[in-house]
């Protein structure tokens, strides 16, 4: 059954409160409830369901179209180069959650020229408990407030209503928001814009309950001046300030086991771990021979010829330090991710059709390569009971 309106995306709770039905009609606000965002469009659809990312999309030939390139994975999608980098500037790489790729290549589309502001996401600190803020950084200062993991809810995409036209951005996004912009700029041709797109591997996120809980319950803080989910080293650390400075911190990703919040619905039967649809891709290099070395070092995937010729300027500037990884090392490096979203998922989804319940609309080729029948149908069940206890969830 598929998710043929807005409407029934937000009830089979699939709705990612990217900011799209923002961007196209401002009436729509996009609201917190229990924990996650959504948009609070109640009306008759008006062709919005054609740009919704979280209805599904056809991410092989939507990738196919878009990056003419020369190679595909089932795993990584399209693209025609793979790199690991670092960047070699000791302030950005001090903060990032791995090699500081995507602050380096916002900040040389910055000094170059090449953008006017960069579309990104930071922390705000205006209620009890951090919440994300999405803005366009147009320096280097700027940009640095937004580094690091956000796992967590962002309505990456409300900020498109507020570009303008006779300005160039680039869009740092999840996959799915990026996911949403190209539907976005395909179906309704937008004067708008993005001339370069990020994507971060992407696992899910959690709801804002996490963030409530670790500031809450675990660290014990009343306010807070500051919140991270990751930074200050490989793998880096949450680490928490409250408004006196006292500072809890606890190392990633074993936080995770102190959390009572399960992944977002949408996210798991999501088929995009690496950012598909991006013009860049990046993330952590989870490999033996790069952690032994305890660095931060990113992995980079350039999916297209104009992502390829500005990670070429950027050697030349020698903004990098690049080293060589496989198809295979990228693959193993998210394990985790690639085995839930591309091996398992054939299973949870054919699951889900039998019950009769409805799905993202995904292309034909999911591959049934992973998992099994019966531990999927006890993940499902043990997520329904979670969903119900969950909103009982009180700080």
Not at 4 to 26: P, W
Not at 153 to 175: M, N
Not at 317 to 323: S, Y
């Amino acid at each position: 059954m598929e998710l043929k309106s807005i409407n029934k995306v937000i009830s089979n709770g699939y709705c990612l409160g990217c900011g799209l039905c923002h961007a196209i009609e401002k009436n729509t606000e996009i609201v917190e409830k229990n924990g996650n965002l959504v948009s609070n469009y109640s009306k008759k659809d008006r062709g919005h369901i054609a740009v919704c990312p979280g209805a599904g999309y056809d991410i092989v030939d939507f990738g196919k179209r878009i990056h003419f390139a020369k190679n595909y994975s089932y795993e990584l999608g399209w693209y025609n180069e793979l790199n690991l980098v670092q960047s070699l500037d000791a302030t950005l790489l001090k903060k990032a959650s791995s090699g500081g790729a995507m602050t380096t290549i916002s900040l040389f589309m910055l000094e170059k020229g090449y953008a006017d502001g960069v579309i990104c996401t930071k922390y705000t600190y205006d209620s009890p408990t951090p919440r994300p803020t999405t803005y366009i950084a147009r320096n280097k200062e700027e940009l640095i407030e937004a580094q690091g993991s956000k796992y967590c809810p962002t309505s990456t995409l409300s900020i498109l209503s507020q570009l303008k036209t006779e300005e160039k951005y680039v869009l740092i996004g999840t996959p799915c928001q990026i996911a949403g912009w190209r539907k976005y700029q395909e179906v309704l041709n937008p004067s708008i814009n993005i001339v370069l797109t990020l994507a971060n591997f992407c696992g899910g996120y959690r709801d804002f309950r996490e963030i409530d809980h670790f500031v809450h319950n675990v660290a014990k803080f009343d306010g807070v001046r500051y919140f991270q989910h990751r930074g200050d080293g490989v793998p880096g650390l949450m680490k928490i300030v409250n408004n006196s400075g006292r500072e809890w911190k606890y190392p990633y990703p074993k936080y995770a086991q102190l959390s009572p919040i399960q992944k977002n619905n949408r996210c798991v039967y999501c088929i995009d771990a690496t950012g598909e649809l991006a013009d860049i891709s990046c993330g952590d290099a989870w490999i033996k021979r790069i952690t032994d070395t305890g660095e931060a070092w990113s992995t980079i995937i350039l999916r297209n010829k104009r992502a390829q010729k500005l990670f070429s300027e950027m050697l030349e500037a020698k903004l990098f330090n690049i080293g060589k990884i496989t198809e295979n090392e990228v693959v193993e490096s998210q394990r985790l991710n690639i085995t839930s979203k591309k091996y398992r998922q054939y299973k949870r989804i054919k699951i889900k059709k039998i019950l009769l319940q409805r799905v993202p609309d995904w292309y034909d080729g999911i591959k049934n390569v992973g998992g099994f029948y019966v531990d999927e149908c006890k993940i499902l069940l043990s997520k329904f009971v979670h969903s119900k206890l969950s909103i009982l969830y009180k700080r």
